[in-house]
């Protein structure tokens, strides 16, 4: 049975809940659900393992804080032996507009410190990554109240909507590959209504 590792990145606690910077773990949440899985603490992460269509998901919530995920997606692939290709790390991302969604098979931290951390662990930037737009809708200097605020209210539709679309997004990943899937995804809008 192939093996793969979700990884969400977001921020443990309360306060983080439900804030742009926590997309990943809302995402990787949203997967684990449908297919009947329960996180539960462990090393590193929370994490949930399901099933579907005879493959494997290993879910991980990194709980090292984002600016260390690389050390809990490090542990949990190598823990659970799956190859760096057969990993998604779901992400927020200020450079893509709400209206979008971007799956890479590689590409740069764009600033990121999850990513940074990730790619310092893996040493390299060759990893499947899902970005989630966020927009940058924020004044000059206000960059972090921005990304760790809570969605505007009319925004929470089209997240909504774009959360169920990541969980197809993880599906087809794992079924027909990260070539095909990315030729769906990367041109799929999801406007404002």
């Known amino acids: 049975m192939s093996k793969f590792l979700i990884v969400g990145l977001g921020n443990i606690g309360a306060e983080y809940a439900n804030t742009r910077h926590n997309i990943g ?24 393992e399901v099933k579907w269509k005879g493959k494997i998901f290993v879910c991980i919530l990194p709980t090292t804080y984002m600016n260390l995920s690389g050390k809990a997606f490090k542990y949990w692939m190598d823990k659970e032996k799956i190859p760096l290709e057969q990993t998604l790390t779901v992400v927020d991302d200020l450079a893509l507009p709400l209206s979008k969604l971007r799956l890479r098979g590689a590409g740069s931290d764009a600033g ?43 925004e929470v539709p089209v997240v909504k909507q774009k959360i169920d679309k990541c969980v197809e997004v993880i599906e087809q990943f794992a079924a027909i590959g990260i070539e095909r899937t990315m030729n769906t995804v990367n041109n799929l809008n999801f406007p404002l209504s």
Request: glycine share 12%; proline share 4%; no cysteine.
């Open 112 to 154: 990121h410190n999850g990513l940074k951390d990730i790619q310092l662990m893996v040493g390299t930037d060759k990893y499947p990554k899902l970005r989630f737009g966020i927009g940058d809708k924020f004044p000059k200097g206000m960059q972090v109240d921005f990304v760790l605020g809570k969605w505007f209210p009319e």
């Open 25 to 48: 773990f809302d995402v990787v949440h949203a997967f684990a659900v449908k297919h009947g899985g329960m996180f539960k603490t462990d090393r590193l992460a929370e994490v949930a």
